[in-house]
């Protein structure tokens, strides 16, 4: 499962792709990993996510010295306020009843104080939080400026299929952001001829996504799963149980 933390970029101050990329530079995934697993088995979780899953062939290095989390905090507070920050609310939506997500969800809003961001943390049901998030008005009429979510692998393993990356304004994913570089890479990874192609235009699409910023990847962790052993065909990852069968 890959923790993300998703921006509003209709509204100050996620519109500004500079404090967006403060925010990115500013997450130490080993950090929001303990807060989910603690200290677990190295086989148990992955500190080194970018916006494929690691189990994808398009996953890659490139940009990925953004998440290295050796960028210092002081520093990322003066770009903020370079950025041309001018102290707006961020309501940052934490669902308590899903644990997972209220550990990200915390250690996102703290990181996020500690950077100079004026963050009012709105502790609440993952049901609300659905809701609210559909919302498109102002903080002031309801709407919001993050929340955090948990998705599959197979959600971030191509761009086909991976909402996250998606750059299409309004019919974008929740968030709504428009990207017309991130759009135009993915049409091309689509119309591309075979895999080599596909893999070199991942690495562009995943740079392109550490210059837009349209979430945070927090890090990934493998969830424990036990199931009866006279099941065969399990498919690895969130349960799935098309192909299982009883022996």
Same mark, same amino acid.
């Given at each position: 499962?890959?923790?993300? $933390?998703?921006?509003?970029?209709?509204?100050?101050?996620?519109?500004?792709?500079?404090?967006?990329?403060? +925010?990115?530079?500013?997450?130490?995934?080993?950090?929001?990993?303990?807060?989910?697993?603690? *200290?677990?088995?190295?086989?148990?979780?992955?500190?080194?996510?970018?916006?494929?899953?690691?189990?994808?062939?398009?996953?890659?290095? #490139?940009?990925? *010295?953004?998440?290295?989390?050796?960028?210092?905090?002081?520093? /990322?507070?003066?770009?903020? *306020?370079?950025?041309?920050?001018?102290?707006?609310?961020?309501?940052?939506?934490?669902?308590?009843?899903?644990?997972?997500?209220?550990?990200?969800?915390?250690?996102?809003?703290?990181?996020?104080?500690?950077?100079? $961001?004026?963050?009012?943390?709105? +502790?609440?049901?993952?049901?609300?939080?659905?809701? !609210?998030?559909?919302?498109?008005?102002?903080?002031?009429?309801?709407?919001?400026?993050?929340?955090?979510?948990?998705?599959?692998?197979?959600?971030?393993?191509?761009?086909?299929?991976?909402?996250?990356?998606?750059?299409?304004?309004?019919?974008?994913?929740?968030?709504?952001?428009?990207?017309?570089?991130?759009?135009? $890479?993915?049409?091309?990874?689509?119309?591309?001829?075979?895999?080599? #192609?596909?893999?070199?235009?991942?690495?562009?699409?995943?740079?392109?996504?550490? *210059?837009? #910023?349209?979430? /945070?990847?927090?890090?990934?962790?493998?969830?424990?799963?036990?199931?009866?052993?006279?099941?065969?065909?399990?498919?690895?990852?969130?349960? /799935?149980?098309?192909?299982?069968? !009883?022996?």
């Amino acid at each position: 499962m890959i923790g993300a $933390l998703r921006f509003n970029q209709l509204h100050p101050p996620f519109d500004n792709a500079a404090i967006r990329r403060a +925010a990115l530079k500013a997450v130490n995934q080993t950090d929001f990993m303990a807060a989910v697993a603690g *200290e677990a088995d190295p086989g148990v979780i992955n500190a080194h996510v970018g916006f494929f899953a690691p189990s994808s062939p398009y996953a890659s290095e #490139a940009g990925m *010295e953004m998440l290295s989390g050796k960028h210092k905090l002081d520093d /990322l507070k003066r770009e903020v *306020e370079q950025a041309g920050y001018k102290g707006e609310k961020v309501a940052f939506l934490g669902a308590t009843d899903v644990a997972r997500i209220s550990a990200i969800c915390q250690v996102g809003a703290d990181v996020l104080t500690k950077i100079g $961001l004026n963050v009012d943390y709105v +502790a609440t049901d993952w049901g609300t939080v659905v809701q !609210r998030m559909t919302r498109k008005q102002p903080i002031a009429e309801g709407g919001w400026s993050m929340f955090g979510a948990m998705f599959g692998g197979y959600d971030w393993y191509s761009p086909a299929g991976d909402l996250a990356l998606r750059g299409n304004g309004p019919n974008a994913w929740f968030g709504w952001p428009t990207a017309p570089k991130l759009e135009a $890479l993915r049409d091309q990874w689509l119309r591309a001829p075979d895999m080599a #192609a596909q893999k070199a235009l991942a690495r562009d699409i995943q740079l392109q996504a550490f *210059e837009d #910023a349209p979430c /945070l990847p927090v890090r990934l962790y493998y969830q424990p799963v036990a199931y009866r052993n006279d099941l065969v065909d399990m498919m690895k990852g969130l349960i /799935l149980f098309t192909g299982v069968r !009883r022996v």
